[in-house]
């Protein structure tokens, strides 16, 4: 694709980068939007697919015609399925007249089923049943409905492990990945950062009326060290609190640093003087406060949840080689200690950050940089 039609087709799509991977995203994008075919869209949190899915409704003949997303995991299990195929009168208690689902509203349009991985087995066989056959039965009811509407997808899911463990129904699967369109994460095309940075800090900073003075090239080089485990929802939300936090002033690789964490031990020696007036002895214990004052509170959560692995996996060690464990409240020895693996650090990390902000989801998600809604689908699988 030569390079004005890229910056036309972000532009028209909204989807900016210029690495390789976002090149071949728009191939496939453009190739794929004019079909009536459905598309998995695949990516971690924060890296796209949304935008992805609204530029493959809008490139497509059915672009004056809805939209229409449905969070499948947002949405109770029961309550799932008549919101997608509608319901007939009296079908359920509750259910007291007649209604459309979204299938009959997005007709002639376009679906967006976020969150797929999610959908229980028993909606994943009516939606197969849409798929194959255009045609649906509202809850309750006794005909079938012709729809013309095109199914779109996204998943932040290993959907082959989901089939593996049965909670994916096989066939569904294999009739959505045929077209697949992943996102790579943002720390696998660092390149798109400096494009993207451009975008958003434009964008924002017109947006607000804010005297934007830029990045100093070094912040840039960066930014681009740090992995965004929140990818560009993260990298967004990072430049725009910056522009609010600099106004009037080019954001310098110091800034950078201190919030991003990056090169502490050099940030650490550039704002920590060792005070001239102090024994070296004072000097230092001055010194490693003060670091660790500067660290964020933060660190404490990670520090917990490491010697919580640490102590963890020593005991699974002293088993494996044979020592005798006891644990200290005298549980039984013969218990099996496991090593604690990265969704029990999960869990753990966000059961404490929920308790720190005394249950508030919106600030727990704002502190791990998740969206509200994958904490709520972690809280659901987590049972929290
Ligand atoms: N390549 C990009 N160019 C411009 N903006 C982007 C790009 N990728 C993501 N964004 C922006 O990042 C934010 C997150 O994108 P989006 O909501 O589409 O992600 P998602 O993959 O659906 O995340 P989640 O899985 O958490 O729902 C949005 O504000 C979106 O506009
Ligand atoms: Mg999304």
Known sequence: MSGTSLE????????????????DLMHTIT?????DLSVLIIGESGTGKELVATAIHNLSKRKDKPLITVNCGAIPEGILESELFGHEKGSFTGAIGQKKGYFEVADKGTIFLDEIGEMALNTQVKLLRVLETAEF???GGTTT????????AATNKDLEKAVETGEFRRDLYFRLKAITVRIPPLRKRKQDIPILVKKFSHDYALKNDIDFKGFAPEAIDLMMEYNWPGNVRELRNFVETAIILNKGEIIRPEYIRNTLNIHREESISENLPVPLNKTPDQAERELIYRTLISLKLDMGEIKRSLSALLENNIAFQKRQYGEVYTSPEGQSPEKEVQPMTLSDMERKLIKETLQRFGGSRRKTARALQISERTLYRKINEYGL
């Not at 036309?8 to 090149?23: A, C, D, M, R, T």
């Open 8 to 23: 036309s087709l972000q532009k028209k799509i909204g989807f900016y980068g210029n690495s390789p991977e976002v090149e």
């Open 31 to 35: 190739m794929v939007a004019p079909t």
């Open 137 to 139: 039965m509202r809850v």
């Open 145 to 152: 409905h012709k729809v013309d509407v095109r199914v779109v």
